[in-house]
């Protein structure tokens, strides 16, 4: 991965929206929600008065709003500070 996030923030690769309910019921793209959960796919160092407690490879969950989007080599990603994380699954 060529992105670095600096400081205390992380780069998130978004878990894939559900395409279905549990009854099997297809759902559209316009009703899709926005996945609240993700991989971590690199941490920055952190700052002198926060540690990073997040590393590569953990699945998080975070919040409705967090982070700002991006989208490198195909693929969309979210990069936020580790305390918009809200647990490690």
Known sequence: MSIKPLADRVLIKP???EEK???GIIIPDSAKEK????EVIAVGNGTKDEEMVLQVGNTVLYGKYAGTELEFDGDKYLIMRQSD?????
């Open 15 to 17: 878990a894939a929206a």
């Open 21 to 23: 309910t549990a009854s």
């Open 35 to 38: 996945p609240l959960k993700g």
């Open 85 to 89: 994380v809200l647990a490690i699954l």
